[in-house]
Structures are given as C-alpha cells and as structure tokens.
C-alpha cells in the first residue's frame, strides 16, 4: 500500500560563524524535544555568517515554534521558513551501488537518465551515483537503485533558498574578519 | 594601562555599576581573587556553597531589578552553580556568573577540577561564553551583561580559564554600541494587533486580566492599573506576578492557579476573554490545557515570542516589552463597567470567605495563621522571600503585598533551599527594606549553611521557619493521592534555636498564636540577622489545590463549617 509522504516545512537560519553555535542549535532542539528531519550547516559568501537548513515533518511540528525558539538564540542573526514561500530546495545523495554485470549497469544508467542523477564513478564491481534533486526526487531515486543492490550511501541534507527578490541576508559587518578560537564575543567586530 | 585578565574582570563590573558579588574562591579563579584587593569598591560575600551565591546574585537581582553577580571556581565551584542558574533561568533572573576555568592549554585533558561549564549550563543559560581571548574579556562582560538584563531577562555564565586571568594587556574600555547582530529588540507592534486586541476587550462581558512577572520586569504596574480600571477588569495574579497591583485593590481577586484563589480560577474558566500581561502559562497556572478557558477569547502579550502560542492557542498575540505595548494600547481603551462579573466573583469570594481557615476556630498553631499575622505586624509591608512548599502557598495567599518586588520566590523550578540565600541577597540589594526570610524546615536545612554568612556580614534578615516536621507539601500529596502513606516526608530536625545560637543568631520559638507579634518585635530588635522557629500544626492542608493536570475549576476546598469532610 501506498503511503502518503507527510509534507516538510523547512527554515533557514543565518548564524555567526563561531565554535559552539552548532551544539547551541543542537542542544535547544534536544532540550525543546524538537523533531528535526535534517539539518545542513554550511558557509555563505560572508565569512562570519553560516547558513542552517532545517526541515522537520509539518504533521509533527509548527514551525513556527522552531523559529521562535531559534530566534532566540544570541548567534541567530536570522530565520525564515521557507517552505511557506515560492521557494528551491536541493538534497544531494552518494549512492555506491553493485555494478557487477552489464545488466545492471544498463539499469543504473536507465535509471539515472529519467533523474538529476549521474555516474560518477564506477569499477567492475560498484559505481558511485550522484543524485541532485528535491527531496522527494532523491528518494525516488534511491527506491530505484535500491533492487540492484545498495551497498553504502550519504545524503547531505536539504539546502534551501526562497525564490525571486526575497534575500534572506544580515547586513551584519564585524568591522575585522572574525579570527578568534573563542566562541566568545569578537573584539575586533567592534570600534575601540 | 597594563592590566592583567582578573583586573580586567573587575575593571569591567565596576562600570557595570557592580557594587557587591557573591561567591566562593578556588584555584582557577584566584587571580580573579587577588585582584579583588585593588578595588574595594566591589564588596565581595563570602558563602558557604556556592549554590548560595548564586541564589544570592538571584535575590539580589529580583529585589533590586538590577544583574545579580556570583563568581566560583572551575570544576565543583561551577557545577555548584547550576541549580541556581536553572533557578534564575526558569524566573527570567538577571544573572551574571564568572567562573574560572582550567588554563586553555589544558581544556579538554581532564585536568584537575576540569568541567566543561559552558557545556554544561548551555541549557540553563540564556547565553554564555568562554573566553579564549584575553582581548575579548571586555566586550564580553558587557555583553553578558546587556543579555542578562535586557529583553526577556536570564543568567549568562562567562568561563574564564586561569591563563585568560593572568594574561596582561593594554585596557582600553569599550564604549559605544555593542555588536550583537542575532541579539534583537522587540520591534514596534503592529497597529493591527493593537486594534484586533481593542476590538476583544470592548466587546467582552466578562474579561480577566492575567497579570504575571512580565509587568514587574517590564515596570508597567501603572499602565495595568489604569487598563484594569478604566474599562473595569478583573485581575488575576500569577506566583511571580503578585505585586504587580496592589492585593488590596478592589478589583485584584488574588493568585490564580493550582493553589490560587477559588474565585480567580472559577473566573478563568467562566471569563469571555483572558488578557494574559507577561505571564507564560504555566502548567501550575493552567491545569487541564483542554479543557482550560475554554469559553475565553485570549489575548497574550509578552516579550518573548516563543511563548506565544505554547502552551495556550491565542486569538491575539503581540510580541513585546509589555509597557510599550500598553501604553500604545492604553489611549483607545474605552470606560467600561461589568457589574454582573464583578458581582460574581464577589460571590465565589463570599464563598471563600465562609471556608477560611482564618475565620474558623482552630485551637492548633496553623502556618497560615503565622503567615496572616506576619503580614499583620509587619503592617504588610516587608519584603519576604520564602523556599518551596506548603509555607510558600500560604504566603501567596495570607501574605497580600502592596508594592512590587516584595515577593522573591522560585516559581518555575520550586527550588528548595532558594530561601534563605536569596532573601541574604535581597538584603544587600534593598538594605533599608525589612527582609523576612520565610522558610519551610526541610528547605532551610539545604542551605542553612548560609547562616553563618549573615552573620559574617551583620545581614539584618528575619528568618521565619515554619517548622511543620515534615516534608509538608510532599505530605500533602501523599494524604491526598498515595492513600497517606507518609514515605519518606516525616523529618528529624534539629533544635533550631540552638543552632542559631551557635552560629552567633539570636533565636525564639513561637508555639502559640500570641506570640506572635512578640516574636516579630524580637526579631525587629535584633540587628543583623535573626531566627523565629514557628512549631505548627503538623498535617495542614493547603486549600484549594487543583491536583496535577485536573481542570482547573476542578479544585479541592476546604469544606464549609459543619459541612464536614
Ligand atoms: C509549590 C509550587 C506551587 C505553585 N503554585 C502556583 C499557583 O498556584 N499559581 C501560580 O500562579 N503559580 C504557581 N507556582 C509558580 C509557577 O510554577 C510559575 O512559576 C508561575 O506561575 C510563573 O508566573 P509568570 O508566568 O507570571 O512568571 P514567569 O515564569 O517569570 O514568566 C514571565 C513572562 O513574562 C514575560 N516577560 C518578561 N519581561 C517582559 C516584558 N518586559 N514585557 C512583556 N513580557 C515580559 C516572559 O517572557 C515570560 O513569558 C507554583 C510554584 C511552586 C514551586
Ligand atoms: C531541591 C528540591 N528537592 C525536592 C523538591 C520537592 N519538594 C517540593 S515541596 C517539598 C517539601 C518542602 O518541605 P518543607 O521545606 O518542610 O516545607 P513545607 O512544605 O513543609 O512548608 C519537596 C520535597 C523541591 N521542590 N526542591
């Protein structure tokens, strides 16, 4: 039987890019008893600010209790669900499938060609394919490959950005890149 | 000017304005220690735990509206502090604690009293630091402070390793703005909600203010008083919200909640509209979430959003510091009367009345009869700080306060042994106030310690023990729901007037209502601190209580005269 897939909210958050500010985001979904899906962490075209992608399961949590809370925390600078506006959103995943046969060969590349999917590596006994999609797209995906024999895989997690002009940006300069170990204030971020 | 990483420390709370910090000494905060003899201006408490110094640093702040300050040492010094920092949290208490932590070169090794504090307080802080950089010191203490005492207010811990503190480099003071980009204020509220919440308050017939801490942080007594009594409401008050209007005025009913008044809680549950003023819900407010208001509109406003539709589904919520929104709010409130309401909470008081334990005759000494005539003979006017139990619910409803900030308990964590430091903290925030420290004897003995520390200080407290000999609010609990199997609540207690004695505290037992108001003259007398042991009835119930999760019109109360059990 066919299940029905529960819709996904997901926020984004820009955070300072310090040591800890992870573990903070972690800790209050922990202590909140938040049900995160995913959670992506990366850098921006900013140095001191890092960009989280959070999706979580819309039947099991309002996302606006997550934002509200993340709000909260000192490091956020920013938060926005994004699900609630036009939006693109990616998940990327390393599929190493046995490829051991022409007959399987011939279906990974079948299969790769009706998605955003490629062979990126291959051997006489697995390849590597890489799928770059929605999320629900990824997960097609792998149903997919699954029958011909998964062996090991990683995702990175959704990514996402609204669309058009609604930039989700600080205008937040510390006035000397950020170079401290600490996860402390950030003295050259300030005038003397 | 060369300065080393301690001096620093103490630099930067001096222009904080610290005038007294409350704490314990160790290895890794000793530099900290030494430099505190360059600056005398800073009066340094010497406690005997270091949970006290934080429960100080907390009374302090609660007294005086101002960040409360307690410093330990790495490892036990700091985990010593958590239950206090959990305790600030949980009451929005500005708080700042300076711990020392292991030099940076050995963080991580399992040196000696090594304790990752910063990881451990991460979820009972609203913000804090470790300090990596000798040069940050500075921006960081402000910042701490800034956080502590701005917006919804909290503790913040600033871990300093013991390097940091010796480090010494060119000070320089940072003045102007701080930079905190993911810090915000709360904006400018939006007209609309204005005008939707407007919109509920004139068209109800049977509204209810909820009046909680948010009005005493946000100092908006004045505006709450004027909505209140120009459109004619109802007020209702949370633990942490009493004196917020005074107890006396005509239309406050008093504490609402699990052992709030009778009328509050009838008055929620019947009311057409709530209009909750910087109070967050609490499940001991509540009761029963499904079955809560049910008839209600709600309006909410407070300061912090997430509380915002958390617990109760509101019709209007506005985010905001309480006294800006109210005074946009205030201009368009129209005069309003609702003499029906009025009239029938009157008759749910009148009810009360008849079942009062007061206006019975009881030939017992009872705890809520000392709290009433404490309240007499202090002409209602002390500050009291009280522990956690069945003393601390009599005060709520037999000790009415006129002015605001003359209540300091633990609301949200219930901290037992929160007593007796915090009203020594108080003190010092609020010395010319008369501090009465009202106590139950099991929470007294978790930080009894503390007496020796009034009275290395001279602190002129009153301490008021309410010795029932038994864990008396778990009692409670077990007569009512465990079928009165009393495990584990009967207690052995010292003599507690030998043992202020022995501390140097002049001491009197009270077993008889008359002497009472002798022994609040006795206390008066003595300067610095003193102690009164009120032996009182041991199996006292504390009425009306609203058990665990039932409705919240659901209350257990005490039968009329000659109606029996
Ligand atoms: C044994 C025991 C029994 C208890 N029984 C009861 C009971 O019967 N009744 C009862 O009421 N409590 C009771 N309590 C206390 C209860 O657990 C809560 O601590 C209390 O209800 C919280 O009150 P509050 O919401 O007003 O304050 P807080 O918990 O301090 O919340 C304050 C709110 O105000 C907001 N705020 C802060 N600053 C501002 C500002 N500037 N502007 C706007 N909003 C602001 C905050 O964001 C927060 O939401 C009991 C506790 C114990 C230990
Ligand atoms: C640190 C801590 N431990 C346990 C409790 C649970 N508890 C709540 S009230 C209470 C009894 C308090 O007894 P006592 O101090 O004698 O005061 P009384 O209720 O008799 O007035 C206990 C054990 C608590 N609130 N705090």
């Known amino acids: 039987m066919e299940q029905q897939k529960p819709k996904k909210h997901i926020l984004v958050a820009l955070v300072e890019n310090k040591p800890g500010v992870l573990n903070r985001v972690a800790s209050l979904f922990r202590r909140r008893n938040f049900n995160v899906d995913s959670l992506t962490v990366g850098r921006t075209h900013k140095p001191h600010i890092s960009r989280m992608t959070i999706t979580v399961d819309s039947a099991r949590m309002d996302p606006r209790r997550i934002a509200t809370n993340l709000f909260k925390l000192i490091n956020v600078i920013d938060v926005a669900v994004v699900s609630q506006e036009p939006h693109v959103s990616r998940d990327l995943a390393l599929v190493k499938v046995r490829a051991n046969d022409a007959e399987s060969r011939n279906s990974l590349t079948l299969i790769c060609e009706r998605y955003p999917a490629r062979i990126v590596d291959i051997g006489p006994d697995v390849a590597i394919l890489e799928i770059v999609g929605q999320e629900e797209q990824v997960e097609e995906f792998i149903e997919q490959v699954k029958p011909l024999g998964i062996v090991e895989m990683v995702r990175t997690g959704v990514v996402a950005m609204g669309r058009g002009t609604r930039i989700l940006d600080s205008a937040y300069e510390p006035v000397v890149p950020v170079t401290s170990n600490g996860n402390g204030a950030n003295y050259q971020q300030y005038s003397v | ?565």
């Open chain 2, 1 to 565: 000017m060369l300065l080393s990483g301690a001096e620093i420390i103490m630099e930067c709370l001096l222009r904080e304005g610290v005038e007294v910090m409350f704490g314990y000494p160790g290895g890794a905060i000793l530099p900290t220690y030494d430099a505190m003899t360059k600056y005398p201006q800073i009066h340094h408490v010497l406690v005997r735990h270091e949970q006290g110094a934080g429960h100080m640093a907390d009374g302090y702040a609660r007294a005086t509206g101002k960040v409360g300050v307690a410093i330990a040492t790495s490892g036990p010094g700091a985990t010593n502090l958590v239950t206090a920092i959990a305790t600030a949290m949980m009451d929005s208490s500005p708080i700042v604690c300076i711990t020392g932590q292991v030099p940076r070169g050995s963080i991580g090794t399992d040196a000696f009293q090594e304790t990752d504090v910063t990881g451990v307080t991460l979820p009972v802080t609203k913000h804090n630091y470790l300090v990596m950089d000798v040069h940050e010191l500075p921006y960081i203490i402000r910042e701490a402070f800034h956080i502590a005492r701005t917006g919804r207010p909290g503790p913040v811990l600033i871990d300093v390793p013991k390097d940091v503190q010796n480090e010494k480099i060119e000070f320089v003071y940072p003045e102007g703005e701080l930079t905190l980009p993911g810090y915000h204020p709360p904006k400018e509220t939006d007209h609309k909600d204005i005008e939707a919440a407007l919109e509920l308050i004139h068209s109800s017939e049977r509204p209810i203010i909820l009046a909680g801490h948010g009005i005493l942080m946000s100092g908006a007594m004045q505006e709450v008083r004027e909505l209140a009594e120009r459109a004619q409401i109802p007020v209702a008050l949370t633990l942490l919200g009493k004196g917020a209007m005074p107890e006396d005025h005509p239309l406050v009913i008093g504490m609402m909640g699990m052992h709030g008044e009778a009328a509050s809680n009838y008055a929620i549950q019947e009311a057409d509209l709530l209009i909750a003023l910087g109070m967050r819900f609490d499940d001991r407010v509540t009761g029963n979430l499904n079955t809560y208001a049910r008839k209600a509109k709600k309006i909410h406003i407070d300061i912090d959003p997430s509380e915002i539709n958390k617990n109760v589904k509101v019709d209007v919520g506005i985010c905001g510091d309480l006294r800006a929104v109210l005074t946009q709010l205030l201009p368009h409130v129209a005069s309003m009367s609702h003499p029906e309401w009025l009239n029938r909470i009157r008759d749910w008081q009148e009810d009360s009345d008849e079942r009062d334990i007061l206006n019975q005759q009881v030939d017992k000494l009872l705890g809520a009869q000392v709290i009433n005539d404490l309240w007499k003979f202090t002409g209602g006017d002390a500050i009291t700080v009280t522990d956690v139990g069945q003393h601390q619910m009599l005060e709520a409803q037999y000790y009415p306060h006129k002015r605001p900030a003359t209540l300091i308990t633990s609301g949200g964590l219930g901290t037992m042994g929160f007593g007796l430091p915090a009203a020594i903290g108080a003190k010092f925030g609020r010395p010319d106030e008369e501090v009465w420290a009202i106590v139950g004897d099991g929470g007294f003995q978790m930080t009894l310690c503390e007496l020796a520390t009034a009275k290395q200080e001279n602190v002129d407290i009153n301490i008021a023990i309410i010795n029932n000999a038994f864990l008396g609010m778990v009692r409670q609990w077990q007569e009512f729901f465990y079928e009165e199997r009393y495990q584990a609540t009967p207690m052995f207690n010292p003599d507690f007037v030998r043992l202020a004695e022995a501390y140097g505290i002049p001491a009197m037992r009270v077993t008889s209502r008359d002497q009472i108001e002798e022994s609040v003259q006795f206390a008066r007398s003595v300067k610095g601190p003193a102690l009164v042991e009120y032996v009182v009835e041991k199996e006292e119930i504390v009425y009306p209580m609203v058990p665990a999760g039932a409705d919240l019109d659901a209350m257990m109360r005490r039968p009329k005269p000659g109606e029996g059990k």
